[in-house]
């Protein structure tokens, strides 16, 4: 069964304090991982899409990294205004389909 | 510029009755979505049209249909809505032809059935 699985489901952190977000996959007929950020009440902000394992893409403070059977958001020195949701999706070989994860909320504190 | 609108923002019903959302988008893009998010904020697609072309309908009730005008819009209408109806409703956008399926989500409609 095709799915997404993402941990932890919450993580808090001090401002500084580095760590990574996880999201792990079966599905087949990969197009792709993709990682959003979701801040309270707006949809879903577009941030990386990964293709191949060893693949990485950064952004600011965020690094994401893409295994064969997984993704990782690394967060460097996190601030306050990275506290959102991440959610990772994966793009399933069918027109456009992506299949979410249930999402990790981050808190960072001053 | 707001890339991807859906209007209305909340939507406030009693149960049977029937409702509409709108979306419009301005990227420009073939590819349109609507996703539900549960209370548990699980993100689920619904539907998707390519230029007007109904192309993903996941196991949905028929109480849900989509129409699509032209490609820059795609309006969800839901017939006799019931309590587990509430949820937050997304639009999406992206360029089909894109390898990467890249979405692009409007602001969510906010929908409570009484």
């Known amino acids: 069964e095709d799915q997404v699985t993402q941990s932890p489901e919450a993580l808090r952190l001090q401002e500084g304090e580095s760590s990574s977000l996880n999201c792990s996959y079966t599905v087949s007929g990969l197009r792709g991982l993709f990682w959003y950020r979701q801040d309270p009440g707006k949809g879903p902000e577009f941030l990386f899409t990964l293709y191949s394992a060893g693949e990485e893409k950064e952004k600011e403070r965020l690094k994401a990294t893409l295994t064969k059977k997984e993704s990782f958001l690394h967060i460097t020195a996190p601030k306050p205004e990275d506290s959102a949701t991440y959610l990772c999706?994966?793009?399933?070989?069918?027109?456009?389909?992506?299949?979410f994860g249930q999402g990790t909320e981050l808190s960072v504190k001053p | 510029d707001t890339a991807v609108s859906q209007t209305p923002k909340y939507l406030v019903t009693q149960m049977g009755n029937d409702k509409s959302i709108k979306c419009e988008q301005n990227l420009g893009h073939d590819t349109m979505y609507w996703y539900k998010q549960d209370s548990k904020k699980f993100l689920k697609i619904m539907f998707s049209y390519n230029n007007k072309e109904l192309i993903i309908n996941e196991t949905v009730p028929n109480r849900f249909s989509p129409k699509s005008p032209d490609k820059a819009h795609l309006n969800l209408h839901i017939n006799s809505l019931e309590l587990g109806d509430s949820a937050v409703y997304f639009c999406?956008?992206?360029?089909?032809?894109?390898?990467?399926?890249?979405?692009?989500f409007g602001p969510g409609t906010r929908l409570t059935v009484t």
């Open positions: 999706a994966v793009g399933y070989n069918q027109g456009g389909k992506l299949i």
């Open positions: 999406a956008s992206s360029h089909r032809l894109d390898r990467s399926y890249e979405q692009y």
